[in-house]
């Protein structure tokens, strides 16, 4: 079988959007891009998470939690039978820090619902909680928000390295069905140490299935 694969630093920095003409400009010119998009709850890993799967220079991870407001676009490459393809891949501003003021926060709201209006169905959303905190109420408010988009949504639990007992794992496992039924977009759940590397490569090939699914046209 030939190896599929993220190419490891092949990701490019091409846009930073923070307004909502933007957003919609975007999408009416790239109408059938195929790509992820990374959100979670600030300071949940997402920049670590996006630096081990794409290479560890893509995106900064952040010091100041709720600082970057900016959707970030990137390409990367995958290489099928040797011949290499172009994805999108999209940093999304993280939600729910205290620190963020009102008028930051209303600016969140108006890009990312227009980012969610305008969003095609072959962009896969990866959502990162902390495995630590599954179901936060900012989780959950965004995730009746996104409930009603039609697109797939991964649900990825990060930090499990700081889950150091098997009980505590165990209890993680036990709300992956009920989470399912709850969520009909979430398709799959995954539980990764962004920082440990550990739990990744399922996520990847998950991930690289969902690129490289035929479409019809
Ligand atoms: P972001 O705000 O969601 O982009 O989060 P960052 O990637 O900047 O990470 C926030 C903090 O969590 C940093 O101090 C990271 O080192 C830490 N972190 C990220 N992923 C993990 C992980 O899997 N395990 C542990 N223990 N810490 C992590």
């Known amino acids: 079988m030939d190896k599929q694969e993220v190419n490891k630093g092949s990701t490019k920095f091409i846009r930073a959007f923070d307004n909502v003409d933007q957003i919609y400009d975007w999408w009416d010119n790239h109408p059938d891009a195929i790509g ?21 220079k893509t995106a900064k991870t952040s010091k100041t939690p709720g600082r970057t407001q900016k959707i970030n676009i990137f390409t ?12 999108y891949l999209y940093d999304l501003p993280g939600y ?3 620190q963020v003021n009102k008028s930051m926060s ?9 980012f969610f ?3 095609n169905s072959r962009t896969l959303l990866i959502n990162l909680q902390d495995a630590r905190h599954p179901n936060q109420k ?5 995730y009746e928000y996104i409930n009603t988009k039609l697109i797939d949504v991964f649900l990825v639990f990060n930090k499990l390295d700081k889950l150091k007992r098997q009980k505590e794992r165990a209890h993680l496992n036990k709300l992956k069905p009920q989470i399912i039924k709850d969520f009909k977009t979430v398709k799959n759940i995954f539980f990764v140490s962004a920082e440990k590397k550990e ?14 699914k035929p479409r019809e046209i």
């Open 76 to 87: 990367f490459e995958l290489t099928k039978d040797e011949e290499k393809k172009t994805y």
């Open 199 to 212: 739990g990744v490569p399922p996520l990847e090939l998950a991930m690289i299935s969902f690129l490289l």
């Open 36 to 56: 992820i998009a990374f959100v979670g709850r600030s300071n949940v890993g997402k920049s670590s998470l996006i630096n081990t799967l794409f290479g560890n």
């Open 138 to 142: 900012v989780d959950q408010q965004f």
């Open 106 to 114: 209303k600016n969140w709201k108006a890009v990312m619902g227009a």
């Open 96 to 98: 729910g820090h205290a």
């Open 117 to 119: 209006e305008a969003i």
